[in-house]
């Protein structure tokens, strides 16, 4: 597939050969956040339980690297298994090195009726939109504190702000992330680690198109965004090269919306 990155944008020196680890990396929005962070010379690791999709990436990536430039690192990983999870992130850092930059991105926004919501499903629901994210950031945190700070980017949603119907344990666990972010942020300032919230609105990746996106869908866009035009992956993207940057080195504990200006 042809790069979505812009060449004639910024570039952040501070980010080439910066270890960078971005879950759910495989497609949609993750995917954008590999290529980008790649872009700018970062050691970029991803984790998906997408196989095929993660290692077609890799392969697409690894295919035209710059010098000095490695492959992406792509593992399989089940977010929901902490386990695993903290398995992957050593499997990282022994091979790239101490993780600077985290991008917990990973979600799952699949639609559901409070009435057939099960205390089963409900864990499931939290676990994959909210859990990972608490531990994969506890998982870097002395990496961080080695080299002298970091930034973690939780990615959140204005889904739980516009009262979104048909996914209540989604729009709670993206609620959460913003608390989760400013107390993670208190705790970790002192080290000189940022934790941000990047909040996205309605992004048009290939899932959301092919399951979500109708009529009503688009004239809800265009009547809830300022700026008439579709929100894409590279758009957040850009805003997590800037998140993770020394650029924004006195930036923490805030939420970043992205939305065209519809939250």
């Not at 035209?64 to 695993?84: C, H, K, N, W, Y």
């Not at 608490?134 to 516009?162: E, H, R, T, Y």
């Not at 290939?206 to 809800?220: C, E, N, Y």
Request: glycine letters at 10%.
């Amino acid at each position: 597939m042809a790069s979505s990155v812009d060449k004639t944008l910024a570039r952040y020196p501070s980010l080439a050969g910066k270890v960078v680890l971005i879950t759910g990396g495989a497609t949609g929005i993750g995917a954008s956040f590999v290529e980008h962070f790649f872009d700018q010379g970062a050691k970029v690791a991803f984790f998906d339980i997408d196989t095929n999709a993660g290692e077609a990436l890799a392969d697409q990536l690894g295919a035209d690297l710059g010098e000095g430039q490695s492959r992406p690192m792509f593992l399989r990983v089940d977010l929901t298994d902490i386990g695993a999870l903290r398995e992957a992130i050593a499997d990282v850092r022994s091979t790239l090195g101490p993780v600077g930059v985290l991008v917990n991105n990973a979600a799952n926004d699949t639609r559901h009726k409070i009435e057939d919501v099960t205390p089963e499903s409900y864990d499931a629901g939290i676990a994959v939109n909210l859990r990972h994210q608490f531990f994969a950031a506890q998982a870097v945190i002395d990496d961080m504190k080695q080299l002298g700070g970091g930034s973690i980017v939780n990615l959140g949603s204005i889904s739980w702000m516009l009262k979104n119907a048909g996914y209540p344990v989604y729009l709670s666990a993206k609620a959460a992330v913003q608390g989760m972010t400013r107390g993670l942020a208190r705790d970790l300032g002192p080290f000189r680690i940022r934790v941000n919230t990047l909040v996205p609105g309605w992004v048009m990746t290939d899932r959301q198109r092919r399951l979500w996106l109708d009529d009503t869908g688009r004239r809800a866009i265009k009547e809830g965004q300022c700026i008439d035009a579709e929100l894409l992956p590279e758009h957040l993207a850009r805003a997590a090269l800037f998140l993770a940057s020394d650029d924004s080195a006195m930036m923490t504990a805030q939420d970043v919306v992205i939305d065209g200006g519809w939250a």
